[in-house]
């Protein structure tokens, strides 16, 4: 690559600034919550292009034509992880083979935790997974891994930081500009956070149930397990077995909320839940749908998550 360049030094000095005139890299990313993060670090040069329409399930998804075009145009692709978007891991070998893949789950440090067993939770049982070598990247041991870990915002924190290293690495001369937005963006996450763990420490106990097991994250980070999830991690549509171990619980153990997500069958939480006297009105949902795209999606995701919990606590 290196050699390339160099026959231009030898061109007329007028045509210098030309070739040392930075291009900022075209960035591709999978989810809403990505985009903001990686649209903190870019800041006033460019944004991200988003491979999954707001509102759309990324645990299943057809791209559109424009979106596999942002795809084999980009000089970066940042994505959550291959568990949570299976189907993007052929479509990044085919359309963006020459691009620089930052699987987020994958940058050292980032907190793991395994999936639940069972469609209620006990307390006190999530499972680790934040100890096995991460830096040994050929080690991809993630059976049961739980990927929605954008909803731990320390480790939103830890991939600003990777993100800004991802983007300088492609566009030096603003690495500067990439790492000031990273470090601003780390210290909003560090007040909000803060700011919300205080709030939900005044309704410690509240009990609900989530629609899938996607929360981990946000329970583990603010001390706020939920009581069970309706469906599985992926979202596929619950056994009437599973059903029915829900409203046990929810009958047993006096659960004040269950809540909906708009993407997936808000009719089924409905049906089973119809004069149990628990509210079913509330949205709790991992992508942040409905809100505008951009660097303040991500903070007011997790306020919003924060907010559905209080409201419920609020009998
Ligand atoms: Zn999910």
Redesign the pocket.
């Known amino acids: 690559m290196r050699n390339r360049l160099l026959p231009f030094l030898s061109l007329p000095v007028l045509m210098l600034p030309a070739v040392a005139m930075a291009e900022v890299p075209s960035v591709a990313v999978d989810i809403p919550p990505v985009h903001s993060l990686v649209s903190r670090v870019m800041g006033e040069l460019g944004s991200p292009d988003l491979v999954i329409q707001p509102g759309a399930s990324?645990?299943g998804y057809s791209m559109r034509p424009s979106e596999a075009r942002s795809l084999a145009d980009a000089d970066v692709m940042i994505f959550v992880s291959d568990e949570l978007t299976p189907w993007l891991a052929k479509a990044r070998e085919t359309l963006a083979a020459d691009a620089d893949a930052v699987e987020l789950m994958e940058v050292p440090g980032t907190l793991h935790l395994r999936y639940r067993e069972g469609a209620t939770f006990e307390a006190h049982h999530d499972e680790h997974d934040d100890h096995d070598s991460h830096d040994d990247h050929h080690e991809h041991a993630h059976a049961g891994m739980n990927p929605?870990g954008w909803l731990d915002p320390m480790n939103a924190r830890l991939w600003l930081a990777e993100i800004a290293e991802s983007l300088a690495a492609r566009d030096p001369e603003h690495a500067a500009t990439y790492r000031r937005n990273a470090q601003a963006g780390q210290w909003e996450l560090d007040a909000m956070t803060e700011s919300l763990s205080a709030r939900l420490a005044q309704v410690q106990g509240t009990r609900y149930i989530v629609f899938?097991d996607?929360y981990q994250y946000f329970e583990h980070r603010f001390d706020a397990p939920a009581s069970g999830a309706i469906s599985l991690?992926?979202?596929s549509t619950p056994s009437p077995a599973r059903v029915k171990e829900i409203q046990a619980r929810v009958a047993r153990d006096n659960i004040q909320c269950v809540f909906r997500e708009p993407q997936y069958n808000p009719a089924l939480i409905e049906s089973v839940f119809e004069g149990t006297g628990v509210k079913t009105s509330i949205v709790f949902e991992?992508l942040g749908v409905g809100l505008e795209l951009g660097e303040t999606l991500y903070p007011q995701l997790i306020e919003r998550l924060g907010q559905g919990i209080l409201q419920c606590a609020d009998a």
């Open positions: 990324p645990h929605h899938h996607a991690g992926d979202a991992p």
